[in-house]
Nanobody, 121 residues
């Protein structure tokens, strides 16, 4: 069973930075992709970024390109999302989840607790 545990959220002022972490376990092999999604109050969950666990290739939503960086630490089975130049519209609960290839489609219908990111003006 795949398990993903997110952490690192918090309250930050606009223009600030945060780094989210996601510890992954239960994948049966390394040939998978994993990503970050977010859901703001009253809105649909949306894709943020994804990465291949094997070769590190990445894919970003246009709204975060140039500000957010997705990365991984294979020995620690940990996924990261470095978020810089944060904007109030980045406020959301952030989730990590396996993706269908290095793309924007989640490969799961089961979501963890997520981690709250709040960006103040």
């Amino acid at each position: 069973e795949v398990q993903l545990v997110e952490s690192g959220g918090g309250l930050v002022q606009a223009g600030g930075s945060l780094r989210l972490s996601c510890v992954a376990s239960g994948f049966t092999n390394d040939d998978y992709a994993i990503g970050w999604f977010r859901q703001a109050p009253g809105k649909e969950r949306e894709f943020v970024a994804s990465i291949s666990w094997i070769d590190g290739s990445t894919y970003y939503a246009d709204s975060v390109k140039g500000r957010f960086t997705i990365s991984k630490d294979n020995p620690r089975n940990t996924l990261y999302l470095q978020m810089n130049s944060l904007k109030p519209e980045d406020t959301a609960v952030y989730y990590c989840a396996p993706t269908v290839g290095v793309g924007s489609t989640p490969a799961t219908n089961s979501w963890g607790q997520g981690t709250q990111v709040t960006v103040s003006t």
